[in-house]
């Protein structure tokens, strides 16, 4: 064991110090070095940190050691990436030492998970919804559950997963230790977690909203029907790999769609993909397949990939918080990165709202000499309901041209 680590003096056990060393991990971050003591104390606590700074670590070897001691343990998160990342993180860290884990997300065949659940693992982690499907099949016993972690607290406790939540704050025991950990805490979101915890430690790195200090920002104001030539100029200049994050799966399918057809190896990650094809983009963005990836924000939070030159948002994220989680994915522990925004003219308010969070102006840039146009594709015209569609061939069927459409039809486009 290696008495130089600087995460000898945090109390944590000699057999996890030992793994800790051999995966290269030698000087915590500040939240780890701040959090590990008292999770490892069994305090409940709230940690506040910017985005790659390494909280799964800060909850991960506090779980991995009373998992040792006998304890279980629970970790909700709020999407799959997510959780198949942190699961990664305690299977390295605690798969030398026997224990076990159970991913439950949704996506994924159940009877995999009911399988890993049958081996009684000490850890289980899992999104909110399969994590439910699981109780109503009696699947999954909370009951004996001391330690309760919610990553991305601030995602789990709003009004999207808040009755999921109750549900399964419901059937796990009060003598528990919780922690929460994410990049953000609005206050009335603080004051729905104190609700469930017993005199919490606040562990803050940085102010609620503090961007990376090596990330820089860039906005331009553009029209919406000129969004895809400011992109098609945006990818022509940069070598590296770049995120971009659309606000609705739809878009998120159409812009990926027209960066393939610019010549661009990408792929895209929204809830219409099916988990395979989630992780086979994701995997691909990561090894160099992908140079692009597009996607929505279930990606916001569940992105770790070193080395993203660029984080593109085409759209603004739906809230200010989303942005700091967004750019969050470049710059990772303490790298150097960049974002670049696009606005409307009439989202000047949005604008303001995300300079108001991260305490700063987000620095305009004169809109470039744009890309002419392109020709839409002949197979692009046809979805609308104006447009006829092609006969197959050989069929018999009379076209519609001219024809009264039906009272159903007339209805639908009234």
Excluded: C
Excluded at 14 to 28: C, E, H, M, Y
Excluded at 246 to 258: V, Y
Excluded at 303 to 318: A, R, S, T
């Amino acid at each position: 064991m290696n008495r130089s680590s600087g995460f000898y003096d945090l109390g944590i056990a000699p057999n996890i110090l030992g793994v800790l060393d051999k995966l290269g991990f030698n000087v915590p971050t500040p939240i780890q070095e701040r959090s590990i003591p008292p999770a490892i104390e069994g305090k409940d606590l709230m940690g506040i940190a910017q985005t790659g700074t390494g909280k799964t670590l800060a909850f991960g070897v506090p779980m991995v050691q009373a998992a040792l001691g006998g304890k279980q343990g629970l970790v909700v998160l709020p999407t799959r990436e997510l959780a198949i990342q942190v699961n990664e993180t305690f299977e390295k860290i605690g798969g030398p030492l026997r224990i076990r884990t159970a991913m439950l997300v949704g996506g994924e065949p159940i009877r995999r998970q009911i399988y890993a659940l049958q081996r009684n693992p000490q850890i289980v982690i899992g999104t909110p919804g399969r994590i439910i499907d699981h109780l109503e099949q009696k699947t999954l016993s909370l009951g004996a559950v001391r330690i309760l972690v919610l990553d991305e607290a601030d995602r789990m406790l709003d009004m999207g997963f808040a009755p999921q939540l109750r549900r399964i704050l419901q059937v796990l025991s009060r003598e528990r230790q919780t922690m929460l950990f994410s990049a953000t805490m609005p206050q009335d979101i603080v004051a729905i977690a104190q609700s469930h915890m017993k005199l919490p430690v606040r562990v803050e790195i940085a102010p609620s909203g503090t961007m990376a200090a090596k990330v820089t920002h860039e906005l331009f104001f553009v029209q919406r029907p000129d969004k895809p030539r400011l992109l098609e100029k945006i990818l022509a200049e940069y070598r590296g790999s770049i995120l971009v994050f659309s606000r609705t799966k739809f878009g998120a399918r159409k812009i990926a769609a027209g960066v393939r057809s610019l010549g661009h190896a990408s792929a895209e990650i929204h809830s219409n993909r099916s988990l395979s094809q989630r992780r086979e983009a994701l995997d691909g963005f990561r090894n160099g397949k992908y140079r692009i990836l597009v996607a929505t924000d279930i990606a916001a939070r569940g992105i770790d990939v070193k080395g993203i030159e660029l984080v593109l948002n085409y759209d603004l994220p739906q809230s200010p918080e989303d942005y700091v989680h967004r750019i969050g994915r470049t710059g990772r522990a303490g790298g150097v990165g960049h974002a670049i925004s696009f606005a409307t003219p009439d989202q000047k308010n949005e604008v303001r709202g995300i300079e108001r969070l991260i305490r700063a102006t987000l620095p305009l840039s004169k809109l470039p000499e744009l890309p002419p146009a392109r020709a839409a594709a002949p197979s692009q015209k046809f979805p609308y309901p104006h447009h006829p569609r092609p006969q197959r061939s050989g069929s018999t069927r009379e076209p519609r041209f001219g024809r009264r459409p039906s009272f159903r039809n007339q209805r639908r486009f009234r």
